[in-house]
């Protein structure tokens, strides 16, 4: 090979079968990546059950590199000279939004959140809300208004540990490493180097020895996320179990108090109303006991309920109201006297505004010399009727089916969580242990394949009951190419919207969803299918209004008919109703999502086997190639970019016939002709085979170089550039079962193989996955704002491609940068931005497109079965790398 990498870390020149040398040349780097993160911990106590796969941190580590985010001050001069109406247009829409009409801008160039290093995994099923606790065990993000977060760290919200000896408090802390400057009657300042966290979502164990005295505590955090489960999945609760081991030669009463603030350290916390009342429920020879706190706004009320299991060695005691301000010291005082709180009965009085109120928990037992025990913590919130920013309908979520939408569930939700979580724990255990026991899988893969998934509750996600009088495509009926008013799949399990990113108010960005997709339709492949129909009914509708798009300063209508749109809307608005929140492009004219509906269409059909919904998702198909069609402009069976950023890189200009668009178009080509063939339509699969056997011929001709897919044809200084995404429609045939069906199996190997000796190798010493675009001589291409990051979920795709060819070591390598990059070097865990750059600079934390980690999972799968088979018909030829 002639073209090499002028910085790659392995030998120049070497042959292609070696990269698993330069895998072990590197797997130091990994290891002491991984080591750094627990270098400050003099514990060496491992606490009870915590797996060794996962992301370990010591309390007390710090991360070295602080990254900005993305500001307009970060644009190139040229890039600036290109975008400057942009940025007016966009200035004055911005000043209209927040300045006039109060609202919150669906994407803020203007106050990008700043990055907090501090992020640990979510707590609660999907789409009931989520709370984030932080790494240090802080109560630190919330997104209890569907879609909207704020964050906030509370820092009453604690857990405190009373170690009492023959009637003595010998020993009484607060289990968080901060020294805040409020409440100060309470023992703070816990030394994080006895503590490590230990995340495998959707578990979370903290292992705290205590300096001096002989005990060991875990935490362990269960939240009821389990795939293929549609009814304990959707709980807004999660349970906490702490393992006390006594190594002392006496034994201790050990309590542990549990205090939680009626909020979200929002400001309606003051708003007066809130009140808490303490509650017991015995139900199938269980107790449960606990406190209410009753969050009383105007909009979208809650209840939180902090909750413990009443056994006959327990006690469960509680303070129903306590003022989170002030020194605080006549709630400390209350436990270290006895171990256990005042338990008064009756509600406290509602709040006046201006002042907040926080409630306790205490749940005490004896643990005997040398022996082990256990105490039951449950934190649940209750809001099963919620309305988005329009506060136009109501909508009610997925859980109310089994508890209710009477707002007063709170104690049942808690007594089930503190009477199932085992078997929570045993069917998550069930689906994990056999990647975690494959040992020819790197740790690093095990931790991001799991932890990844913290978007898909985290992501801002809604999973609500279909109302009704709901018609999911705007009475446009089968007959007519629409869709029932009313699909079965979606009548039974519900909607399910989750947002672009946590900073990038969209939800279901549909040609994002195309990348984080595969973690739904492998997990919960009905709500996969369900937004599929979602976006299947919005095909057909239109909606008329004119509206300034920002890009090109342009109006055009919102929605037009026969195309994919952007998005199903803003939770600040009304989502499902009022679609493509997005408006810096008319989308209309993009080239990519009419193609990634079709290819998911076929590639959910190949893995579900679902014939209702191929036959419901065929007119759709037809419907939206029909529109696509339009953009061959010359004939040659291929469509073109139309000269701007008409794609999901929206800021990458891109003209004529191009890898990506055109690589996808002959993927959706493919897939038709399946889909006719499986419908019976003849002729719909004469036309498709058409379009494609000249579409190929053309693709070939004017994209394909000798060494990889040309950027694109149009012959401007830049269009030779290595893109990583290239291959983004081959690797979704792939993924659906098909083999060689649009691409030349050797062009696809040389493609993928330059870009990993170019995005990947050449870029930051292969450390950091693989830049968007390269150019041929081994620099990134910077003539646009997106070329030169990299997209963390466009590289865990391009791993997944590389893993369907046999190019297992480069796939793992690719996807491997990524990983560290961002869960040990930069202190981004469980907010997975859309991007970084090799230096300074990240975009959009939080991000969706990461979930596509799970097609490596299915690669993976799929090339396990493939050797399996091989391996029984005797065929055991190499697959050559």
């Not at 803020?108 to 501090?118: E, K, N, T, V, Y």
């Not at 400057?181 to 030394?191: A, D, E």
């Not at 913290?454 to 007519?480: I, K, Q």
Request: with cysteine; glycine share 8%.
């Amino acid at each position: 090979d002639d073209m090499q990498p002028p910085r790659a870390s392995c030998p120049q020149g070497m042959a292609w079968a070696s990269v698993k040398s330069c895998a072990d040349m590197t797997s130091e780097w990994g290891e002491k990546s991984t080591a750094d993160l627990m270098s400050r911990c003099v514990s060496k106590e491992m606490g009870q059950g915590v797996p060794k796969e996962g992301w370990r941190i010591c309390l007390a580590h710090e991360f070295k590199e602080k990254r900005k985010p993305f500001q307009a001050k970060d644009v190139s001069l040229s890039n600036v000279m290109d975008h400057i109406g942009l940025g007016i247009r966009y200035l004055k829409w911005w000043y209209k939004k927040t300045q006039v009409e109060k609202k919150a801008p669906f994407i803020d160039m203007f106050r990008a959140l700043p990055l907090r290093q501090i992020y640990g995994a979510p707590l609660g099923g999907i789409g009931g809300g989520t709370i984030t606790r932080g790494w240090r065990g802080e109560f630190c993000r919330w997104q209890l208004n569907p879609g909207m977060y704020h964050y906030k760290t509370v820092i009453a919200n604690q857990f405190t540990v009373c170690l009492r000896r023959g009637g003595q408090t010998v020993y009484q802390q607060v289990l968080s490493v901060e020294r805040p400057p409020t409440l100060q009657g309470w023992n703070w300042g816990y030394c994080g180097e006895y503590a490590f966290y230990h995340a495998l979502y959707p578990r979370a164990w903290t292992v705290y020895q205590l300096p001096g005295q002989n005990v060991t505590l875990t935490c362990r955090q269960i939240s009821p996320v389990i795939p293929h489960d549609y009814q304990d999945s959707s709980l807004p609760a999660a349970v906490f179990v702490w393992d006390i081991e006594n190594k002392n030669d006496y034994a201790l009463d050990v309590s542990i108090m549990f205090t939680m603030v009626n909020g979200s350290g929002h400001k309606d916390d003051k708003s007066g109303g809130h009140w808490n009342e303490p509650f017991h429920l015995e139900k199938d020879g269980e107790a449960v006991s606990g406190v209410l706190l009753h969050h009383c706004t105007a909009a979208n009320p809650y209840t939180l309920c902090i909750a413990a299991r009443e056994q006959a060695d327990r006690e469960v005691s509680h303070q129903t109201a306590f003022s989170p301000k002030g020194t605080c010291s006549g709630l400390w005082s209350d436990l270290i006297t006895d171990g256990r709180l005042d338990s008064p009965t009756g509600s406290s009085p509602p709040t006046q505004k201006g002042e907040k109120v926080a409630a306790a928990l205490a749940v005490s037992c004896s643990v005997p010399a040398h022996k082990l025990n256990s105490l039951e913590f449950c934190l649940a919130w209750d809001m099963p009727r919620i309305t988005f920013g329009s506060r136009e309908r109501e909508h009610v979520r997925r859980y109310a089916r089994y508890f209710g939408d009477k707002g007063d569930a709170s104690p049942s939700l808690s007594h089930y969580a503190l009477t199932h979580y085992k078997q929570w724990e045993k069917s998550i255990e069930e689906w994990q242990r056999p990647i975690l026991r494959d040992s020819s899988l790197p740790p690093w893969y095990k931790s991001a394949l799991f932890n990844e998934l913290y978007f898909v509750a985290d992501g801002g996600t809604v999973w609500t009951e279909l109302s009704e009088d709901a018609d999911v495509s705007g009475g446009v009926r089968s007959e007519d190419g629409g869709l029932p008013a009313q699909p079965a799949l979606v009548k039974e399990y519900g909607r399910f919207a989750y947002l672009e990113g946590q900073e990038y108010r969209m939800y279901n960005t549909y040609d994002v969803h195309f990348y984080a997709s595969f973690a739904l339709i492998m997990l919960w492949p009905k709500l996969a299918l369900s937004v599929q129909y979602d976006i299947a009914g919005t095909v057909v509708q239109q909606d008329p209004t004119e509206r300034l798009h920002l890009m090109n300063g342009r109006y055009s209508p919102v929605k037009t008919k026969n195309v994919v749109p952007h998005d199903i809307g803003d939770p600040d608005d009304e989502p499902w109703q009022r679609l493509n929140a997005y408006l810096i492009h008319d989308t209309a004219d993009w080239k990519d999502l009419n193609l990634k509906f079709v290819l998911q269409v076929y590639r959910d059909f190949h893995l579900t086997q679902d014939s209702q919904y191929l036959q419901d998702m065929w007119p759709i198909c037809q419907a939206v190639m029909e529109s696509e069609l339009k953009f061959d402009q010359d004939g040659d069976g291929l469509i073109e970019n139309s000269g701007y950023a008409d794609q999901t890189y929206d800021g990458w200009t891109v003209t004529g016939a191009s890898a990506y668009c055109g690589g996808m178009w002959l993927a959706s080509l493919c897939v038709m002709c399946k889909m006719a063939r499986l419908v019976d339509s003849e002729e719909a699969y004469q036309r498709y085979k058409d379009l494609l056997e000249r579409g190929s011929a053309a693709f070939d001709k004017l994209l394909w170089n000798g060494k990889y897919y040309n950027y694109d044809s149009s012959e401007r200084a830049l269009s030779n550039s290595v893109m990583s995404d290239q291959c983004a429609g081959h690797w979704f045939l792939r993924a659906s079962g098909l083999e060689e069906e649009a691409f030349p199996k050797e062009k696809i190997r040389r493609a993928l193989k330059s870009v990993f000796d170019l995005n990947v190798m050449s870029f930051s010493e292969g450390h950091m996955g693989a830049v968007n675009g390269m150019r041929p001589e081994g620099v990134p291409d910077r003539s646009s704002v997106q070329s030169d990051e990299v997209w963390i979920g466009v590289v865990y795709g391009l791993a997944a491609t590389m893993i369907h060819e046999g190019m297992l070591e480069e796939g793992m390598r690719t996807a491997e940068g990524c990983y560290r990059t961002v869960w040990e070097r930069l202190g981004m865990a469980f907010q997975t931005p859309e991007a970084y750059c090799e230096r300074s600079i990240y975009r959009s934390l939080a991000y969706m497109r990461p979930l596509s980690v799970w097609a490596m999972q299915l690669a993976l799968d799929r090339s396990q079965r493939d050797n399996t088979v091989r391996a029984k018909t005797g065929d055991t030829d190499e697959i050559e790398t």
